[in-house]
């Protein structure tokens, strides 16, 4: 069962404005944007992701052309221990041929997140500084996991 955005609300942090409390989940803004600039590796005992570089701001606005980009979140995130976090692009962005991707969040992350964001309009797409571009939700589990998230992504951006 979906928590309530005022329930999500109480594990999210650094929120930038009041418009960020949906009826369903939280929206997430942006931080910073990242231009992927090599190629990853995915093994099975070994991975290497990919080197980023950081996009300059033009007057507080990206300007993007068609693409993959790394963006890391201002808000931190701490998934309860008998929920899993799923995030969603807003349609806002869907509209202007953009999307956003994330993995799910495990019970007992923490951290500040990164996620994925693709422009597919040939034409690009400007995105300023703390718009909202996804929104999280939290899914109850039926029970509490054997175990939390002890991954190496815990704690990530703090």
């Not at 950081?54 to 808000?75: C, D, M």
């Not at 990164?114 to 039926?142: C, P, T």
Request: charged share 25%; with cysteine.
């Amino acid at each position: 069962m979906a928590m309530p955005g005022f329930q999500v609300l109480k594990y999210i942090k650094n929120l930038f404005s009041e418009k960020q409390l949906q009826p369903a989940g939280i929206d997430l803004t942006v931080y910073k944007i990242f231009k992927l600039i090599s190629s990853g590796y995915l093994g099975i005992d070994y991975r290497r992701i990919s080197k980023v570089q950081e996009v300059p701001k033009k007057n507080g606005k990206w300007h993007l052309s068609k693409g993959a980009y790394k963006i890391l979140i201002n808000e931190i995130i701490k998934v309860p221990e008998d929920a899993i976090g799923l995030c969603f692009p807003r349609s806002t962005l869907l509209r202007m041929g953009v999307d956003v991707r994330c993995a799910l969040w495990d019970p007992g992350y923490y951290g500040r997140s990164e996620i994925l964001l693709v422009v597919h309009n040939e034409h690009g797409v400007i995105i300023e500084e703390n718009a909202r571009i996804a929104q999280i939700v939290f899914i109850k589990l039926v029970e509490k996991p054997h175990k939390l998230y002890s991954g190496m992504y815990k704690g990530e951006n703090i």
